[in-house]
């Protein structure tokens, strides 16, 4: 019962990189979102999708993308980090109201 | 704008006493409150929630009160144990959650 699995779990980038954080859940929500936390700030919504094939931004989209190409699979890329991306990143799902975390991803942009 | 605004921004409590958070939201489409447990290291977890037609919902020492027309809501936790140290988050739902800033709570011995 893996839930909303994330990877990494910690990754370190440097200033101008790409990379892609990778999330997945077996829950067949249809629902999906990530959200970034940065201390003192909650939490704030990147990009969320509907279903396979739909994404739409959310309160704080600019410097990523995502898609969708399966109800499982939500990946979110960063393209040319910086150090304001340094962050906690969390995905979550949901079907209905109930949205599950998963267990985050830290990201610090050097 | 701060669509959904939460205070205390951190809370000590000793041990059996009451926690109490608050929050106020703004957007009248909401649907559903929840509030979620957070411990270092991890993602936020659900731990209880209500509907806009409930005044009050309770479960074990957790308790949500909700005023639709102050358009506010709050958490009590009875009891508070030192395992209750959390980050506190709550949340409004409107086909996605919009969160408070939190409350980092701190449950003395």
């Given at each position: 019962n893996a839930g909303v699995t994330q990877t990494p779990k910690f990754r370190i980038l440097k200033i101008g990189q790409s990379m892609t954080l990778q999330c997945t859940q077996d829950?067949?929500?249809n629902y999906m979102y990530w959200y970034r936390q940065d201390p003192g700030m909650g939490l704030k919504l990147i990009y969320y999708s509907v279903g396979a094939g739909i994404t739409d931004k959310g309160e704080v989209p600019n410097g990523y993308n995502v898609s969708r190409s399966t109800t499982e699979d939500f990946p979110l890329r960063l393209e040319l980090?910086?150090?304001?991306?340094?962050s906690v990143y969390f995905c979550a799902s949901s079907l209905g109201n109930t949205i599950y975390f998963g267990e985050g991803s830290w990201l610090t942009v050097v | 704008q701060q669509q959904v605004k939460q205070s205390p921004q951190s809370l000590i409590v000793q041990k059996g006493g009451i926690s109490i958070i608050n929050c106020a939201y703004e957007?009248?489409?909401?649907?559903y409150f929840p509030w979620y447990q957070q411990f270092p290291g991890k993602g936020p977890a659900l731990l209880i929630a209500i509907r806009p037609d409930v005044s009050e919902k309770k479960e074990g020492r957790f308790t949500i009160s909700f005023n639709k027309s102050a358009k506010q809501f709050s958490l009590h936790i009875m009891?508070?144990?030192?395992?209750?140290?959390a980050t506190y988050f709550c949340a409004a739902y409107d086909y996605k959650l919009t969160f408070g800033k939190g409350t980092l709570l701190t449950v003395n011995p």
């Open positions: 829950m067949n929500h980090a910086a150090p304001s991306q340094t | 957007n009248t489409a909401f649907d009891d508070s144990q030192p395992g209750d140290s």
